[in-house]
């Protein structure tokens, strides 16, 4: 989140896939302590989407109290779940780093999980990345826009810069 994501030569990409939908609780804990490990370019989580209103039937409109879709903190953001997190995509500056989640996967995850290595991001911008994000969109942004989401749904967590302890 720190190193440019225009840079991808040298990047390593990862996927997490967990043989189970995680609970809020357990991704909270797992993509909390992947924000802080050093390395980390960006991380993306998929998983089908939560309904926040009934669309058909006889309760059309009615508000959906699902027991997976609740708030959740990363790093110094509160962001409310509206997926479940199913994968966890994330791109890296080093191998070190890579070491590091899959020990971070081993210890929180009480379950199977596939810990694979790939190119999970995009390289150039999509049509949709063009139309939801214009010609001039950030890189880190390439490859991870939902074609149904509005621009105000799109969740970009910065990753805070340590602070001297000496100031």
């Known amino acids: 989140m720190s190193d440019s994501a225009s840079n991808k030569e040298d990047s390593i990409q990862i996927e997490i896939f967990p043989s189970r939908i995680l609970s809020p609780e357990t991704a909270q804990k797992l993509i909390g302590e992947i924000y802080k490990v050093d390395g980390v370019i960006r991380v993306m989580v998929q998983g089908n989407r939560l309904p926040d209103k009934v669309s058909a039937g006889p309760g059309t409109g009615e508000k959906v109290e699902h027991p997976l879709r609740k708030p959740i903190q990363i790093g110094d953001q509160v962001i409310e779940l509206k997926i479940c997190a199913g994968r966890i995509r994330i791109e890296l500056s080093n191998a070190e780093a890579k070491e590091t989640i899959r020990e971070l996967c081993e210890k929180l995850l009480p379950f199977p999980f596939e810990f694979r290595e790939g190119h999970f991001f995009r390289k150039k911008p999509t049509v949709t990345d063009y139309a939801k994000l214009g ?12 074609p149904k989401a509005k621009t105000n749904q799109l969740v970009f967590i910065e990753k805070q810069e340590k602070k001297d302890e000496d100031e």
Request: glycine content about 8%; aromatic content about 0%.
């Open 135 to 146: 010609p001039e969109a950030d890189p880190r942004l390439l490859g991870m826009v939902d």
